[in-house]
């Protein structure tokens, strides 16, 4: 099994998804918890709840 990223104009993340934060040089991990207009509300692995902005996060896919 491996993982494949894909970045997403936008409009496709929904509730539920993986993303990682596109600047985080550890790869932090989140779950989106809401979507706003031009955000996402992202629950982070590391504890933290943040909104966010779409362009600095990709979503990560389970390879195809």
Known sequence: RYY????????????????RHRLSESGMLGVVVKVGASKL??????????WT????????NEGR
């Open 41 to 50: 509300l992202v629950a982070w692995n590391g504890g933290r709840t943040s």
């Open 4 to 19: 494949s990223l894909a970045v997403f104009g936008g409009n496709q993340m929904k509730v539920g998804d993986l993303v």
């Open 53 to 60: 902005v779409l362009s600095m996060v990709e979503a990560v």
